[in-house]
């Protein structure tokens, strides 16, 4: 091995057809899902508290309501964590645990 081995990270992590012919997915925010002619839905956002005492930490909303139609089906994950790339991940495992696999 030499120092230029590249290692290509997967941009879509997982990936599940469901029989009406729709798509569940998580993919990595460099994948262009429109250049494969998808036409996605984010179902979840990440923001910075911007006031009290956890001021500044990294919050996430899962909007899944938006997708299926059920506004029961929205989640807030908690707690806000101090790094956006920490708060991505979990963002990434709990949609694909809780959604793409279970739903």
């Given at each position: 091995?030499?120092?230029?081995?590249?290692?290509?990270?997967?941009?879509?992590?997982?990936?599940?057809?469901?029989r009406d012919g729709s798509v569940l997915g998580v993919w990595r925010?460099?994948?262009?899902?429109?250049?494969?002619?998808?036409?996605?839905?984010?179902?979840?956002?990440?923001?910075?508290?911007?006031?009290?005492?956890?001021?500044?930490?990294?919050?996430?909303?899962?909007?899944?309501?938006?997708?299926?139609?059920?506004?029961?089906?929205?989640?807030?994950?908690?707690?806000?964590?101090?790094?956006?790339?920490?708060?991505?991940?979990?963002?990434?495992?709990?949609?694909?645990?809780?959604?793409?696999?279970?739903?």
């Amino acid at each position: 091995m030499t120092d230029a081995t590249v290692t290509k990270k997967r941009l879509v992590l997982l990936t599940r057809y469901l029989r009406d012919g729709s798509v569940l997915g998580v993919w990595r925010d460099e994948f262009k899902p429109r250049e494969h002619g998808l036409r996605p839905r984010r179902a979840s956002r990440i923001e910075v508290v911007e006031s009290g005492p956890f001021a500044g930490l990294f919050y996430t909303t899962i909007l899944i309501g938006q997708v299926t139609g059920d506004p029961a089906h929205d989640v807030s994950l908690w707690p806000p964590l101090g790094e956006h790339r920490a708060s991505v991940l979990r963002e990434q495992e709990w949609l694909a645990r809780n959604y793409v696999l279970g739903g």
